[in-house]
Nanobody
Framework: QVQLVESGGGLVQAGGSLRLSCAAS????????MGWLRQAPGKGREFVAA???????KYADSVKGRFTISRDNAKNTVYLQMNSLKPEDTAVYYC???????????????????WGQGTQVTVSS
């Protein structure tokens, strides 16, 4: 079955950087759109960034210019480079996958049907 394993979370000061990774297995990775979503305490899960099977990307307005999503289809891995982190970026970050060999970039949590277990990102002020 599809398995997504996130890594790279942690505690960082405001203005710092983190790089999240998500290793995928049990799927034909290049046929899947991949996304990063997050959930802060007491809030719903929200879209952060996504990439189609190739290089087309979309970002939430709150992270544009600070976060970069990328993928390595040879390694079955998707990344989220997070720069200029803010305390409001504190959340559990989830990797998600959706089978879609077209150029659709899903931007809603309900569009994804495969999820990782999440990794905590905490940004201190």
């Amino acid at each position: 079955q599809v398995q997504l394993v996130e890594s790279g979370g942690g505690l960082v000061q405001a203005g710092g950087s983190l790089r999240l990774s998500c290793a995928a297995s049990g799927l034909s990775f290049s046929n899947y759109a991949m996304g990063w979503l997050r959930q802060a305490p007491g809030k719903g899960r929200e879209f952060v960034a996504a990439i189609d099977w190739s290089v087309n990307t979309k970002y939430a307005d709150s992270v544009k210019g600070r976060f970069t999503i990328s993928r390595d289809n040879a390694k079955n891995t998707v990344y989220l480079q997070m720069n200029s982190l803010k305390p409001e970026d504190t959340a559990v970050y989830y990797c998600a996958a959706r089978y879609d060999p077209t150029m659709v970039v899903p931007t809603t949590p309900n569009a994804y049907n495969n999820w990782g277990q999440g990794t905590q990102v905490t940004v201190s002020s």
